[in-house]
Nanobody, 124 residues
Framework: EVQLVESGGDLVQPGGSLRLTCAAS????????MSWVRQDAGKGLEWVSG????????GYADSVKGRFTIFRDNAKNTLYLEMNSLKSEDTAVYYC?????????????????RGQGTQVTVSS
């Protein structure tokens, strides 16, 4: 059974930084594309960033490009999201999501496993 467990969410001031972590088990982690998706209260899921298996090619939503960095440590079966220059509009529950493919990352609608989420609140 695939398990994804996120951590690292917190309350942070605008302009601050956080690192989110997703610990994966029950899968050959290095093979699969992974994404971070987020959901603010009353809104739908939004894709934030993705990374492929194998080559580790990355992609970012325009809203976070240049501020967020996704990376993975396949030896530790762990996915990360480094978030800098945080804004109030980044406030959301962040989820780690696994895709069905290795050479692409999942969108906000085609992932096949998702964690329980970690809350990020950006506020002064």
């Amino acid at each position: 059974e695939v398990q994804l467990v996120e951590s690292g969410g917190d309350l942070v001031q605008p302009g601050g930084s956080l690192r989110l972590t997703c610990a994966a088990s029950g899968l050959t982690f290095s093979y699969y594309g992974m994404s971070w998706v987020r959901q603010d209260a009353g809104k739908g899921l939004e894709w934030v960033s993705g990374i492929t298996g194998g080559s580790g090619r990355t992609g970012y939503a325009d809203s976070v490009k240049g501020r967020f960095t996704i990376f993975r440590d396949n030896a530790k079966n762990t996915l990360y999201l480094e978030m800098n220059s945080l804004k109030s509009e980044d406030t959301a529950v962040y989820y780690c999501a696994k895709g069905p493919l290795g050479d692409w990352w999942p969108s906000s609608t085609d992932f096949d496993s998702r964690g329980q989420g970690t809350q990020v609140t950006v506020s002064s």
